[in-house]
């Protein structure tokens, strides 16, 4: 059983680098069973909104991560692509799309807006791995992730082939 997830998880990871993820559809069964709902649904019920940036292949990569993680309460988490065409701030705590892509937003049940490093302790409780956003949230930890944070922040749309035109508008992933 592990090693047809392992194996069905290394195809899905290389199939994100090749393809749109908004695209890709999975090939095996376990893989299959966990992807019910869309990355980009908007349903208002989810008691946690994590805002993503769907044209990010790291992005991407953690988010379906996370969604097999609460596979199991699918209503617990609602993934936002903010990369979609019709993705409206005004419906996510008025988080424009400019601010989305600078640091990560997540809007918790209370309909707090959380960014950067807490926003991904806020998620990472959400699915299920509270104890690794305690960890990050620990003070002798949580300056090391703002530092790392903001080196990946700034650096995430050279890092995945997309250039600065994509802090505001909309972006596509730059062909060579």
Same mark, same amino acid.
């Given at each position: $059983? ?11 990871? +290389? ?28 349903? +208002? ?99 090391? $992730?703002?530092? +790392? ?28």
């Amino acid at each position: $059983m592990f090693s047809t997830v392992r194996t069905c998880l290394a195809s899905r990871l +290389s199939a994100l680098s090749a393809l749109n993820p908004a695209v890709v559809r999975p090939t095996c069964v376990p893989c299959r069973l966990h992807l019910h709902r869309s990355l980009s649904s908007e349903s +208002s019920a989810a008691a946690v909104r994590v805002l993503y940036d769907g044209l990010c292949p790291i992005c991407v990569t953690e988010i379906r991560f996370l969604q097999f993680l609460q596979r199991k309460q699918p209503q617990k988490v609602d993934f936002v692509n903010i990369a979609l065409p019709g993705y409206d701030g005004g419906k996510y705590k008025d988080v424009s799309y400019e601010m989305a892509m600078e640091e990560m937003h997540v809007i918790d049940e209370k309909d707090e807006v959380y960014r950067g490093i807490p926003a991904f302790a806020v998620m990472y409780g959400a699915v299920g791995l509270g104890w690794l956003g305690r960890f990050m949230m620990w003070p002798g930890v949580r300056p090391f $992730m703002d530092k +790392s944070y903001i080196i990946f922040a700034r650096n995430r749309l050279k890092w995945t082939g997309r250039g600065e035109e994509c802090t505001s508008g909309r972006c596509e992933k730059k062909t060579p």
